[in-house]
């Protein structure tokens, strides 16, 4: 059964930082791209980071570049998300998926809540 567990997230002030994370397992997690989603109440789910483990690429949203860090431990099955000069816009549920262009599963976490504070 595929599971995703996402924590770290909190409340900030603009300027501040968090690192999230995300515990995942049921699928072959070391050979997966995996990727961060996030969503705000009435918006669809936006992709903003991937990282395909294989080739050590990892691609950004234009609206996280520079500023979000993605990163995973494939001993730990955990996937990171480093996030710096966080904006107001940022706030939103944050989750992760297996998956590069699309979602790989129907199945989704609870996400965990990342709130910045102007």
């Known amino acids: 059964q595929v599971q995703f567990v996402e924590s770290g997230g909190g409340l900030v002030q603009t300027g501040g930082s968090l690192r999230l994370s995300c515990e995942a397992s049921?699928?072959?997690?070391?050979?997966?791209?995996m990727s961060w989603y996030r969503q705000t109440p009435g918006k669809h789910r936006e992709k903003i980071a991937t990282?395909?483990?294989?080739?050590?690429?990892?691609t950004y949203a234009d609206s996280v570049k520079n500023r979000f860090t993605i990163s995973r431990d494939n001993t730990k099955n955990t996937l990171y998300l480093e996030m710096s000069n966080l904006k107001p816009e940022d706030t939103a549920v944050y989750f992760c998926?297996?998956?590069?262009?699309?979602?790989?599963?129907?199945?989704w976490g609870h996400g965990t809540q990342v709130t910045v504070s102007s």
């Open positions: 990282s395909v483990s294989d080739v050590d690429v990892r």
């Open positions: 049921g699928f072959s997690f070391r050979h997966s791209p």
């Open positions: 998926n297996a998956g590069y262009n699309s979602p790989a599963f129907t199945s």
